[in-house]
């Protein structure tokens, strides 16, 4: 997983960089101001730390900002982070198993969100299938599955009536699928 520490500034540290530049001021002048250490201040605008609730506080105060702003922008750049890792774990998965065969330099900048999950549903075990659901909504999961993989038929039957039942809760998963299966071949058909 990429380490924390490690990442470029987020949107939290721009916002915060862009309110003192546009303010005029020195992180030394804010450091004094909401009485913290520059160095502190400066690692937290660098992303290589976290905005503790405290200085949240105290630079909303000074910025004039609604409370709870800065928090929140920095769970969201959390969570970004934690799902562009998940993406970063799927795809190296992927590749060890060797289901990108046919391409080059897959990663988890440039493989679409449909591929990703059609390939981890086939390719992959129930933990990383799990991942799917951290990173996408169940219902989005579900269209992808069945408009990529329940179309394949035979080829992929065994699988779909697994994936149908433990993870969307099908009942009588092999009518479901057959049903489908014809819905969605004629749909392409009137469309052709």
Known sequence: MTNYYLCPMSNLSQHIDSLIKKGGYKQSDIAKAIGAHRQLLSSVIMGKRELSMQMALKLESFFNLPEGKLIKMQV???ISRYKYNL???????LNKVNAFWSYANVSADNISDEELIEKTLIYLDMKDISKLF???????IRMVWRENMVIQGDYLFNLNVMIAMFYFDIKEPEQYLRSTEHKLINKKLRKA
Request: charge should be negative; charged fraction near 55%.
């Open 87 to 93: 993406k970063t774990d799927l795809v190296k998965e």
């Open 134 to 140: 951290e990173l996408y909504k169940r219902d989005y």
């Open 76 to 78: 969201e750049n959390s």
